[in-house]
T-cell receptor
Framework: QKEVEQDPGPLSVPEGAIVSLNCTYSNSAFQYFMWYRQYSRKGPELLMYTYSSGNKEDGRFTAQVDKSSKYISLFIRDSQPSDSATYLCAGGFTGANNLFFGTGTRLTVIP | GAGVSQSPSNKVTEKGKDVELRCDPISGHTALYWYRQSLGQGLEFLIY????????KSGLPSDRFSAERTGGSVSTLTIQRTQQEDSAVYLC???????????FGPGTRLTVT
């Protein structure tokens, strides 16, 4: 079983829709979580970094962590065509030297 | 400021040849990571450097893979006797310290023919 599971999609939504991207994880030692956005043929770009359960908001993006159910989500409000990319979730903990990534969800926002 | 840079951006090599991939981390970042991303796969951890400490090589898939970091800054990932299954995007990331946000470079797309 992978440390982090993520539905690969693809996911297509109309412009302006609310997008929900989700991951589950199996390692209860995870202490912090990150969401990355990756455009085609580019490196991953850090979007959100959260260290505890609850919500963290940044503009149109909200990251949600539920450690009791080992579930993390990224919500995108008022989605734009420029949001079309692959979204990667990742978890980490103090004793690890690396992040553990999901396989990514490919999102297309249709104008 | 300048982000993480990697070179070359693309590399095509013949099976059996050696390749070197370079990473310049963000200035002041003490932690440096190499990951590999294959089509349809998540990022696979390869190796981690932190300051002058011994690197964590636990993710290297075989002894054909090695990496070094000179002067606590630039890192080189070397793949010897490349195989077709080595074809992937090799990503480098750096962070201020181990548990802080990791910032990625654009990657090197390696194709072994």
């Amino acid at each position: 079983q992978k440390e982090v599971e993520q539905d690969p999609g693809p996911l297509s939504v109309p412009e302006g829709a609310i997008v929900s991207l989700n991951c589950t994880y199996s390692n209860s030692a995870f202490q912090y979580f990150m969401w990355y956005r990756q455009y085609s043929r580019k490196g991953p770009e850090l979007l959100m970094y959260t260290y505890s359960s609850g919500n963290k908001e940044d503009g149109r993006f909200t990251a949600q962590v539920d450690k009791s159910s080992k579930y993390i989500s990224l919500f995108i409000r008022d989605s734009q065509p420029s949001d079309s990319a692959t979204y990667l979730c990742a978890g980490g903990f103090t004793g690890a030297n690396n992040l553990f990534f999901g396989t990514g969800t490919r999102l297309t926002v249709i104008p | 400021g300048a982000g993480v840079s990697q070179s070359p951006s693309n590399k095509v090599t013949e099976k059996g040849k050696d390749v070197e991939l370079r990473c310049d981390p963000i200035s002041g970042h003490t932690a440096l990571y190499w990951y590999r991303q294959s089509l349809g796969q998540g990022l696979e951890f390869l190796i981690y450097f932190q300051g002058n400490s011994a690197p964590d090589k636990s993710g290297l898939p075989s002894d054909r893979f090695s990496a070094e970091r000179t002067g606590g800054s630039v890192s080189t990932l070397t793949i010897q006797r490349t195989q077709q299954e080595d074809s992937a995007v090799y990503l480098c990331a750096s962070s201020l310290e181990r548990t802080s946000e990791q910032y990625f470079g654009p990657g090197t797309r390696l194709t072994v023919t």
